[in-house]
Structures are given as C-alpha cells and as structure tokens.
C-alpha cells in the first residue's frame, strides 16, 4: 500500500521560511516524479513545483519562482520543498503527489499539510 507522509506546515510570519516534507513508502520511489501542489480556500488545487525521478529537472509555477526550491533524496524516499520569502498569498493546504507512466498512469497523493502566512 502507498503512502505519502507530508510534514512541516505551520505558521509562520510573512518573510519566513518553512520547509516541507514528504515521505514516501510502499512504492519504488526513484522511479516516480514528484510533485507539490497547493490548494487555498475557494481555490482550485494548482501545481508549484515538480521535479523528475531522477531529480535532475525541476519546475516552478512562475509565483514562486525564486522563492522556492524542491528537491529530494532517492534513498531516503523523501521529497522536500523549501519555501523563502512566504507571502500570504502562499497561504494553503500543500500536497506532495507521485505521479508516472509505466503502462498505465499511476498517481498517489499526500494527505496535505496546512501553511499559513501571517503576522
């Protein structure tokens, strides 16, 4: 069975800093694209960042583009995003997603970890 652990969502003043994690199991990790997506209130849930299996690419919604940065670590089955300069526009629930095409598309998604930007 797959899981998708996400962790590191908290408040936090705008200007600061989180970093966010996603720990994954039950699947072969390095052989998944990984994604963030984000969702706020009344809003649909849009993609923020990606990054290959090989972690070679990544890409960026042009929001955070500068501000941002995903990563991830192959052996440690974890995918990360650290957030800079967080805006409260930034405020919504993140979700990390696992996503690739063998045969047949194969997606998990997180269960959402809640980041909040205010003072």
């Known amino acids: 069975q797959v899981h998708l652990v996400g962790s590191g969502g908290g408040l936090v003043q705008p200007g600061g800093s989180l970093r966010l994690s996603c720990k994954a199991s039950?699947?072969?990790?390095?052989?998944?694209?990984m994604s963030w997506y984000r969702q706020a209130p009344g809003k649909e849930r849009e993609l923020v960042a990606h990054?290959?299996?090989?972690?070679?690419?990544?890409n960026y919604t042009d929001s955070v583009k500068g501000r941002f940065t995903i990563s991830r670590d192959n052996d440690k089955y974890t995918v990360y995003l650290q957030m800079n300069s967080l805006k409260p526009e930034d405020t919504a629930v993140y979700y990390c997603?696992?996503?690739?095409?063998?045969?047949?598309?194969?997606?998990?998604w997180g269960q959402g970890t809640q980041v909040r930007v205010s003072s």
């Open positions: 997603n696992a996503h690739r095409v063998v045969i047949v598309p194969e997606t998990y």
């Open positions: 039950g699947l072969t990790f390095s052989t998944y694209a």
């Open positions: 990054i290959t299996s090989t972690g070679d690419t990544t």
